[in-house]
């Protein structure tokens, strides 16, 4: 079975800094997708951004982006110059890749998340 | 504008009473989602649906119950054979479940609290 690990409960970042966070995954499969979710104060999940395993360029968004070691099951997250509004729970998640129409439930495997303060 | 309701935000219930979570979607999606959240363990899949009419367990189905009537809606039970209801239940949906991966849009969550 896919486990998700982040092994940084809470993180702190000084506005305008980066910070990077942390996940790593375990799998036997070779095509899968990984995601970053933000959840605020308010609770609703908010996708970051996403990485398809079976392309090497790291996926980029914004001020958002990953480093993806494909070798090491790694899946971490650069937030740069850091802003207030990124002040969240960042999940890391999982999901296979479908073998074929209608097989897979595309069902998502999330790691225990990182509070992330952002101090002004 | 298109999205995922979810209501009550805040419910409270005795304990040995069934509840149902409502959950809306207007996205055109087939497949949704319920998920519950508890401190310190991430999400984890309470049920899920690919189509009308079906529906699979997930990881923690014991004590739940859902149906899917249509495919804008996607109730979830809390019965009382579930022996920790309090929790936040997020609701989602997606495209259905083929290359690439569409992404899960999620409710803005409902809070049950059983005492």
């Known amino acids: 079975a896919q486990t998700v690990t982040q092994s940084q409960p809470e993180m702190s970042v000084q506005e305008a800094e980066t910070v990077t966070l942390s996940c790593t995954y375990d799998?036997?499969?070779?095509?899968?997708?990984l995601f970053w979710y933000k959840q605020p104060p308010s609770r609703q999940m908010i996708l970051v951004i996403r990485?398809?395993?079976?392309?090497?360029q790291n996926a980029t968004e914004n001020r958002f982006s990953v480093n993806f070691q494909k070798a090491a099951k790694s899946f971490s997250l650069k937030i740069s110059d850091s802003q207030l509004g990124d002040a969240a729970m960042y999940f890391c998640?999982?999901?296979?890749?479908?073998?074929?129409?209608?097989?897979?439930?595309?069902?998502?495997?999330f790691g225990t998340g990182t509070l992330l303060a952002v101090q002004p | 504008d298109g999205g995922i309701t979810q209501s009550p935000k805040y419910l409270f219930r005795k304990e040995g009473q069934n509840v149902t979570l409502s959950c809306e979607q207007n996205?055109?999606?087939?497949?949704m989602y319920w998920y519950r959240q508890d401190p310190g363990q991430g999400l984890r899949l309470i049920y899920y649906?690919?189509?009308?009419?079906?529906?699979q367990k997930g990881d923690i189905a014991e004590g739940y119950s859902v149906s899917r009537e249509k495919k804008e809606s996607f109730p979830l039970t809390v019965t009382s054979a579930q022996k920790n209801p309090t929790a936040f239940y997020l609701c989602?949906?997606?495209?259905?479940?083929?290359?690439?991966?569409?992404?899960?849009?999620f409710g803005p969550g409902t809070r049950l609290t059983v005492t």
């Open positions: 989602a949906s997606s495209r259905r479940a083929e290359k690439p991966a569409y992404e899960q849009y």
């Open positions: 799998t036997s499969e070779s095509d899968y997708y």
């Open positions: 990485q398809e395993a079976y392309k090497q």
């Open positions: 998640a999982y999901r296979s890749a479908p073998l074929n129409y209608g097989g897979a439930t595309n069902k998502l495997i």
């Open positions: 996205l055109n999606h087939d497949a």
């Open positions: 649906s690919q189509i009308v009419n079906d529906f």
